[in-house]
């Protein structure tokens, strides 16, 4: 006969509430100092753990970017420009966008680019600034890229001791909070109910300015077609809230644990500035990072002069 399930009691569930809480303020005695996780940190943690150790946990910050990164960049910096100053110069958004394009393309290195021509790229970023301006929206800001803290809250867990930072592109009157994506290719269905970056937007929002907002993904594409703008809606939920904690709460073990595993099939191992530090540990857990700054230069050439990410 199948043994029966064991029915919990509200005393018993309470019981595991508190023994989960007690385990987790023992664990965390050790965790990171600075007090916080930013958006683009808890994501580099997750898409390779190594990476993620290298650039925030040892601050090994380097000035490289890829094409698509800058590309991206360049449309953002326009767009924010455009937002902020209440729509009212198209030719100054453009113009934001050119000269960031042409301030940070040194940081790229072209020769490693699938696309070797910096000039055909400068041409797609104003493209697609352009696209995103002609579509047209009845947005009105109330935040344009400003630097939001929040909890990281659990509903029967609690907080964890380190809060979430992020930087939303826009916040509207209207209670949207707007994040604009770049891409030379469509975005699959669906994709903005799972994106974790929505999760922790509406949770800076909710901290910040007191309701849950509707999260709404600018999403401006590129192909042979020519550039294109699809807009994708989500709304975040306290469960999903709870998902961006236990995943949160994941990486502070790791990083209490010292588990840092490189993962070869990150989207940018190919091009990863921390290749050289990755190969020399032969893939195993990089801790092993040289004593010299000069073999750290080897191994890492576009390391800047000083350390850490600004978020
Ligand atoms: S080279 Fe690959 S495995 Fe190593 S840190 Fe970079 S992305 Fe991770």
């Known amino acids: 006969m199948d043994e029966q399930p064991e029915v919990l009691t509200n005393d018993v569930k309470a019981e595991i509430v508190e023994s989960a809480k007690k385990h987790l303020s023992e664990t965390l005695e050790a965790q990171v100092s600075k007090g916080y996780f930013s958006i683009s940190e808890l994501r580099a943690y997750l898409t390779c753990p190594l990476y993620g150790y290298f650039r925030y946990g040892k601050k090994l910050w380097t000035e490289s970017t890829g094409a698509a990164a800058l590309v991206g960049s360049s449309v953002h910096f326009g767009l924010a420009r455009w937002y902020s100053t209440k729509k009212t110069s198209r030719e100054q958004a453009l113009e934001y966008t050119r000269r960031y394009f042409a301030e940070e393309s040194s940081k790229v290195n072209w020769e490693n680019e699938k696309i070797r021509d910096p000039l055909g790229e400068a041409v797609k970023s104003e493209a697609m600034l352009i696209a995103a301006l002609d579509e047209g929206d009845d947005w009105e800001a109330e935040a344009v890229e400003r630097s939001m803290y929040g909890e990281i809250r659990h509903s029967k867990l ?7 930072k992020g930087v939303p592109d826009l916040y509207t009157k209207s ?16 994709k903005e109910h799972k994106d974790m970056q929505a999760t922790a937007y509406a949770g800076l929002i909710r901290d910040n300015f007191g309701k849950n907002p509707e999260v709404l993904f600018n999403i401006i594409t590129l192909n042979s077609k ?40 990150a989207w940018f191992h190919e091009t990863c500035e921390f290749r050289g ?14 004593t ?11 390391l800047a002069a000083k350390s850490g990410p600004k978020s």
């Open 277 to 290: 530090l990755c190969v020399d540990t032969n893939g195993q857990n990089g801790n092993a990072i040289p």
């Open 292 to 302: 010299t700054r000069k073999e750290l230069l080897r191994l890492v050439p576009k």
């Open 226 to 265: 020519g550039p294109n703008v699809d807009r994708r809606s989500t709304y975040r939920s306290q469960e999903n809230f709870d998902q961006l904690y236990m995943m949160a709460r994941g990486i502070l073990d790791m990083i209490e644990k010292k588990a840092f595993f490189p993962n070869p099939e």
């Open 175 to 190: 209670n949207i909070v707007i994040d604009h994506k770049t891409s030379y290719r469509a975005w699959d269905k669906g």
């Open 158 to 164: 609690g907080n964890l001791p380190v809060k979430l």
